[in-house]
Each structure stands twice: as C-alpha cells, then as structure tokens.
C-alpha cells in the first residue's frame, strides 16, 4: 500500500477523533475548521517519521492534541479552507434536541478546565486507561490518576454553583 | 453532569461521528496541500508586512540621517532607528520559536510546557512592543517633520500651544494605555507562569 493510500486511510478511521478534538479545544465553527485542517496537515508531516514505536491511535492523540495546543489563533484570517460541514458530520443533523441539550452541557463543563485537564478529560472520556494516558501526555500513571480525581473534584464544584 | 453521564453522552457522540464519517480520501489530500498554502499566508501578511513597513521607515531615516542637525533630533533619530529595526526581529523570532515546538516527537506535558515558556516570552515582546510603539510615535515626528519638511518641530513651529495641550494629553493617554497594556498581558502572562510552574513540579 502507497503511503498516502495508507495515511488517508488512518485519517478515514479516526476522523471522529480529530473532530472531538476540536470541538473541545475551539470556540466557533471558523477555528474549528482550521484546527481539524492543521491536525490533518501536522499528522501528514509527522506520518514520515512515524516508526509504529507506539500505537497509531496513541500517536495520533499525541500529535493532535498537541497541535491543539499549539496552534496560534488567528483572527481576520480566512485561508482556502475546507468547509468542516463538507467534510464531517452536522451535529444537528441526526441527533435530537434532548441530547444536543446535554452535549452543549457536557463541553460547557469540559472548556471550563485548563489546557492540561481537558486533555486528561478528553482522553478518560475517550475510555483510555491510565497507561494510555500516561504514554501521550508524559505524565506518571500515578499522576495521571491524582489529577483525575482532581478534575472529578472540580466537575463536582462546577454542579453545586450552579 | 457527573461525570458516568458525561461518559455517556461522549459515547453517544461517538457512535454518532462513527454512523456519520464523511471524509474522502480526495479531502483528506487536499487538506493537507491547503493547508499548507494557507501556512505560508499565514507567516507572510501580517508580519513581514510589518517587518517591512518598520525597516522601510528605519531605512527612510538612515538615509536621511544628515538632515537631523540638532541633539534632540539625532537623538529622536536613534532612538526611533532602533526601535524599528529591532521590534520586528523579537517579533518574528518569537513567533518563530512557537512554530517550532515539535507538536511530533513531544508528549503533551512537553508540548504544554514549551507552549506555556514560549507564549509568555511572546507576550513579553507583545507588551514592549506596545510600549516602543508609543514611544516611537513621538520621537518619529520631530524627525519626519525634520526630513519631509525641513522643519524643526520645536523651534520652527508658529504657535506653541497645541504642543502645549498635546504634551499633557499624550502623558494622560499613556498612563492609561500602559496600565491597560500591563493588566492584559500580565494576566496572560501569568496564567502561563502557574501552568509551569504545575508542570515542572510534576513527576
């Protein structure tokens, strides 16, 4: 297999991944749209240099959550961009208003994080494993877990104010 | 929201994305050639543009050294040559050192880490750069005066009062401008601060 055949293909099977990311680390559909474009143009560069050292999935996050964090917003600025509703879903499309309700929820309390928590919560609500978590972020799998029930800690302050 | 509900929500979202997937391989190509067009537009508009505005001024000056014949005009002269011609170079090299951080090889503690010290250096070059534009819009109008007209701003000028009310109102502007500039970036700034200081103190 062709590595562009090959890449476009991992691109395929985790675009619902970048996609989350960038809900998580945007505010408006504009940024949004550069972020997944930049992710997808970052994971391209890093793709020549990838060894299969670590998991694809666990590259993939560390590369895209790092551009996430990384990337200097741009204001005024509109290059040739890919409208993201042509290339993934709606989120009104198919879902219905109960459950939009609870997702605008869910990201509300998410953004209120920091940098560093809401990619631990991003990764423990992906279902990752201290482990996995560990080997993206650097962090100790002890550590991981201390700041976890600190991020549960916080999310529990959040509900009662309000 | 506890959080076994937000897990449930997240993995409804999942499914959702999954059943929806949408991209094509031609997409995907294409984002990567886009993106890098608009990677180059990105670097070259707003700062070699300013880059250039500021070198042509500074060269505008230097060419026309000569004609600044008294103290405080060489003086103005200078200082507003350094300025323009050092304020682009932080500028950039700053923004440069951001694009930099390997987002392939570092883990997000890393990445985090290096962000946190290059964005506080960034804002600390923003911050002066308020202030040597302040400045600098005051010492380059003796010398423009000077060089385009031939005039000496101070002791050719007929009526000295609306340098009189200029002086006062431009101080005025300043104190409130800086305390402005100093507030936005030291929040920034320090935010950045605590992340390292987090960071560096884990593991």
Redesign the interface.
């Known amino acids: 297999m062709s590595k562009?055949?090959e890449?476009?293909r991992i691109?395929?099977d985790h675009?619902?991944v970048i996609?989350?990311i960038t809900t998580v680390y945007t505010d408006n559909r504009e940024d949004q749209e550069d972020l997944?474009?930049?992710i997808?143009?970052?994971l391209?560069?890093?793709y020549e240099?990838?060894r299969g050292e670590s998991k694809i999935s666990i590259w993939m996050y560390?590369?895209a959550?790092?551009?996430a964090?990384?990337r200097?917003k741009?204001e005024k600025?509109r290059?040739?961009?890919?409208g993201i509703d042509?290339?993934?879903?709606r989120q009104t499309?198919?879902?219905d208003t109960g459950?939009e309700e609870?997702?605008k929820?869910?990201y509300s309390?998410i953004k209120r994080l920091?940098?560093?928590e809401k990619?631990l919560m991003l990764l423990l609500?992906?279902?990752k494993k201290y482990e996995e978590i560990s080997?993206?972020?650097?962090?100790?799998p002890s550590?991981v877990g201390t700041r976890i029930s600190r991020i549960?800690q916080k999310?529990k302050t959040q509900?009662i104010k309000k | 929201?506890?959080?076994e509900?937000?897990?449930t929500?997240?993995?409804?979202?999942?499914d959702?994305?999954?059943?929806?997937?949408?991209?094509t391989?031609k997409?995907?190509?294409?984002?990567?050639q886009?993106?890098?067009?608009?990677?180059i537009?990105?670097i070259a508009?707003p700062e070699i543009l300013g880059g250039i505005i500021c070198y042509g001024a500074g060269l505008l000056i230097v060419f026309n050294f000569s004609k600044l014949d008294n103290w405080y005009s060489l003086l103005c002269g200078i200082i507003s040559i350094v300025v323009l011609f050092v304020l682009p170079i932080l500028s950039l090299k700053s923004?440069k050192r951001?694009h930099k951080?390997d987002?392939?090889?570092?883990?997000?503690?890393?990445?985090?880490l290096n962000?946190a010290k290059e964005k506080k250096q960034f804002q600390k070059v923003m911050k002066w750069g308020y202030y040597l534009g302040f400045i600098i819009m005051f010492t380059i109008m003796p010398v423009t005066s000077k060089i385009i007209n031939g005039k000496d701003l101070f002791s050719e000028t007929k009526s000295i009062w609306p340098l009189v009310i200029a002086i006062p109102l431009a101080i005025i502007f300043f104190i409130v401008f800086s305390k402005w500039v100093f507030k936005h970036y030291l929040k920034n700034i320090n935010s950045a601060e605590s992340?390292i200081k987090?960071?560096e103190t884990?593991?």
Do not use: C, P
């Open positions: 562009e055949l890449f476009t691109i395929k675009q619902g996609f989350k997944y474009q930049e997808v143009y970052q391209w560069k890093a240099s990838f560390r590369v959550l790092n551009t964090i990384t200097l741009k600025r290059g040739n961009q890919i042509k290339v993934i879903m499309e198919q879902y459950f609870r997702l929820i869910l309390h920091n940098q560093l990619g609500l992906e279902g080997s993206i972020t650097g962090l100790s550590n549960k999310l509900i | 929201m506890e959080l509900e937000m897990q929500v997240w993995s409804e979202l999942s959702q994305i999954e059943k929806q997937k949408k991209l391989d997409m995907i190509i294409m984002m990567t886009e993106k890098y067009r608009s990677r537009n990105r508009y923004i951001i951080i987002v392939a090889t570092n883990n997000y503690k890393e990445t985090l962000y992340l987090d960071l884990t593991d």
